[in-house]
């Protein structure tokens, strides 16, 4: 599985961005899907995950009910829509993929990263 991540950039606190992640190979669709992000001398941290039917979502507490994670099973690709962006959230934001049922908060539990955009929030 191939994964290519997109969207990143530079916004105002309290903007929003969309990131996007294609997934291509003929299994992509059968993983789950999670966002990680990782900033400037900090662990990569989990933000964001969607199961492989798209049934349940999960969301780390510093992002809950400002992201939401979406999947086009059609198109093979993965959104975070990232609202009230806040200057702690500049990081580089990764997709992974995962075999696991219930998409892991656990880096070690993905098998697949793409390559991170960048998200900065200016105060």
């Known amino acids: 599985v191939q994964l290519q991540a997109s969207g990143g950039g530079l916004v105002q606190a309290g903007g929003s961005l969309r990131l996007s992640c294609a997934a291509s190979?003929?299994?992509?669709?059968?993983?789950?899907m999670g966002w990680f992000r990782q900033a400037p001398g900090k662990e990569r941290e989990f933000v964001a995950g969607v199961t492989k039917s798209s049934g349940s979502t999960k969301y780390a507490d510093s992002v809950k009910g400002r992201f939401t994670i979406s999947r086009d099973r059609a198109k093979n690709t993965i959104y975070l829509q990232m609202n009230s962006l806040k200057p702690e959230d500049t990081a580089v934001y990764f997709c992974?993929?995962?075999?696991?049922?219930?998409?892991?908060?656990?880096?070690?539990?993905?098998?697949?990263w793409g390559q991170g955009t960048l998200v900065t929030v200016s105060s």
């Open positions: 992974a993929a995962s075999r696991a049922i219930d998409p892991p908060r656990n880096k070690q539990l993905y098998d697949f």
């Open positions: 190979g003929r299994t992509a669709s059968n993983y789950g």
